[in-house]
């Protein structure tokens, strides 16, 4: 019944967008714009330029969301080891943490090209700049995770002899499970922005390249970047259901609790 | 001093009370049984914590736990006694005086998991059925399977939620989870168990019926040493063969009183006029303990 309600909901919600979507480019177009077609076109149009080609688009998303993935992969993996380091001792932590978000205050898109000069493949910086907005997202996710566990849980540990790597498996993992999945929820879109802005930057293949081919060429071929706009909103969308269909799988317990305490 | 001085020690403090204990003959009391060894002997134990400000949680704390009895501290919040549960359970070191543990060092016998312990909240583990709560201790010190089935379910059946095994520590009650925390500090058949008043955060009513309960449950595992902390008089007298009244921070002892009503403690001990006199005694020594630190 509920899952009904919320197929309800979505529907209402894509009626409603585009409707509105389809009275503006009416309106831009009944102004009198000349290339209202390019600056707001309708929905139709989009679809039918995907599907005139088909094959630009498909290796376009392909490109960007495959790297994306990938990059999403390498970036949890190095947060996950940082944030297991990390916890491991207070000094490490105090050491590396300050570092880990100061990672953050580098404005990303300068990173491109100065990696592309160090990395010289395309395909190096994409990856390199996925991994590097999912890693920041996970490192701190983790680590808050890890350090949820409560002092007494701790004891208990102790109380039993448990070492370091028991600890970590039979306590720490665990019980940051919902951590990380609220960080890799957050962190899956934001690794494929990172590999369009490599795109955008770089220009050679991608669903960025798409977005800034339509710019170069004219209006156009402006429906192309509505598209390339689209799928990566779609994308994004796409990547954040399944890590939240994941953790279903996962800690199933997890949302029964949650939906017991609503 | 060594294990057997230890255990050599005389269990009862000072002779005016030795010499009442020779006036009850009830059966299966601490003074029936003199010559018991000695389990945990604290001994003039200080405990400074330092910091911005130090704090001394602990002033020259002594007292003995018997072999195989029910020892409870009671005493103000604050006045220490979790400090002392987490010295003895070798958790953190005194700063002063000593702890022997069955002739040993906290810390050794914390490594030797001669320890099972109970805290107020049931620090169950959110994602482990039941059944691998109990199982937790089990599985750290790497029991063969076929064993650990064994153990998960008898205690299941001893803290009666058999029914609920496969349960998740959310689904049940909070009498509930603090008997699956009894099962999981039972299970690996430590000689000690700690509780840090286990009862605490539960309704009267629950409360009640638990204390109950735990007799049972440490009647049918015999040689287990307990070490009960409350703040509740009625429930230390009930479980208790000791109560350690301590007064308020820092913590010291302000007398030991031998419980020697009859085991078990059926209603009728519960109503006798002896427990209501304890009861009185307690209360009005916690009441001078307050009253001398203003």
């Given at each position: 019944m509920s899952g009904v309600g919320a197929a309800l909901k979505v529907a209402v919600v894509i009626a409603v967008v585009l409707g509105v979507w389809y009275l503006g480019a009416f309106l831009l177009e009944a102004s009198g714009d000349r290339i209202a077609y390019a600056k707001l076109p309708y929905p139709h149009a989009i679809l039918e330029k995907v599907l005139a080609n088909p094959g630009t688009v498909l290796e376009a998303t392909w490109e960007t969301a495959s790297r994306a993935v990938l990059g999403f992969f390498i970036g949890l993996f190095v947060g996950g080891l940082f944030a297991t380091l990390m916890v491991q001792a207070r000094a490490l932590e105090v050491a590396f943490l300050p570092y880990v978000l100061a990672s953050q205050m580098v404005p990303i898109i300068a990173l491109v090209p100065i990696m592309r000069a160090i990395l010289r493949e395309p395909e190096l910086v994409r990856l390199y700049l996925a991994s590097y907005v999912t890693f920041f997202i996970i490192t701190v996710a983790v680590l808050r995770g890890l350090k949820s566990v409560d002092r007494n849980a701790l004891e208990l540990m102790a109380s039993l002899n448990a070492g370091r790597a028991t600890v970590l498996r039979a306590l720490r993992f665990p019980a940051a499970v919902p951590y990380i999945f609220s960080g890799m929820r957050i962190a899956a879109p934001l690794s494929l922005i990172g590999a369009i802005l490599v795109d955008l930057v770089?220009?050679?293949?991608g669903l960025g390249y798409l977005m800034v081919a339509a710019v170069v060429v004219g209006p156009s071929q402006a429906t192309l970047l509505w598209a390339a706009l689209l799928i990566a909103f779609g994308l994004g969308i796409l990547f954040a259901r399944i890590v939240v269909w994941v953790e279903r799988r996962v800690s199933p317990w997890q949302f029964a609790m949650r939906e017991q305490a609503a | 001093m060594t294990a057997d001085k230890v255990e050599d020690r005389a269990l009862i403090l000072d002779p005016e009370e030795a010499a009442a204990a020779q006036h009850h003959h009830h059966h299966e009391t601490l003074a029936d049984r003199p010559g018991l060894p000695i389990a945990i002997a604290v001994e003039g134990v200080d405990k400074v914590f330092t910091g911005k400000r130090s704090v001394k949680a602990l002033e020259s704390v002594s007292f003995d736990i018997p072999v195989g009895t029910f020892v409870s501290l009671i005493g103000p919040s604050g006045c220490g006694k979790s400090t002392l549960l987490r010295l003895v359970a070798g958790l953190s070191a005194v700063t002063g005086g000593r702890i022997v543990v069955n002739g040993i060092d906290p810390a050794e016998a914390r490594r030797r998991r001669q320890f099972g312990i109970v805290f107020q909240?049931?620090?169950?583990?959110?994602?482990?059925t039941v059944a691998a709560n109990i199982a937790l201790p089990l599985q750290i010190t790497g029991r063969p399977r076929a064993e650990i089935d064994r153990r998960v379910s008898e205690l299941a059946d001893l803290v009666g939620l058999r029914d609920f095994i496969g349960h998740h520590p959310y689904e049940l009650s909070g009498g509930m989870q603090q008997r699956v925390a009894i099962a999981r500090a039972l299970s690996f058949g430590p000689p000690f168990l700690l509780m840090d008043?286990?009862?605490?955060?539960?309704?009267m009513i629950t409360r009640d019926r638990m204390a109950s309960e735990l007799l049972r449950i440490w009647s049918s595992t015999p040689g287990t040493t307990v070490m009960f902390i409350t703040h509740s008089i009625p429930e230390a007298i009930l479980l208790s063969d000791r109560v350690v009244v301590m007064s308020p921070r820092p913590g010291r002892v302000l007398r030991i009183v031998d419980?020697?009503?009859?085991?078990?403690?059926?209603e009728e001990v519960r109503e006798s006029r002896a427990f209501y006199e304890l009861d009185t005694e307690l209360r009005r020594l916690l009441l001078e303990g307050e009253a001398g630190t203003r």
């Open positions: 770089s220009g050679q293949g | 909240s049931p620090v169950l583990f959110d994602w482990r008043e286990p009862f605490g955060a539960l309704d419980i020697d009503l009859p085991r078990p403690r059926t």
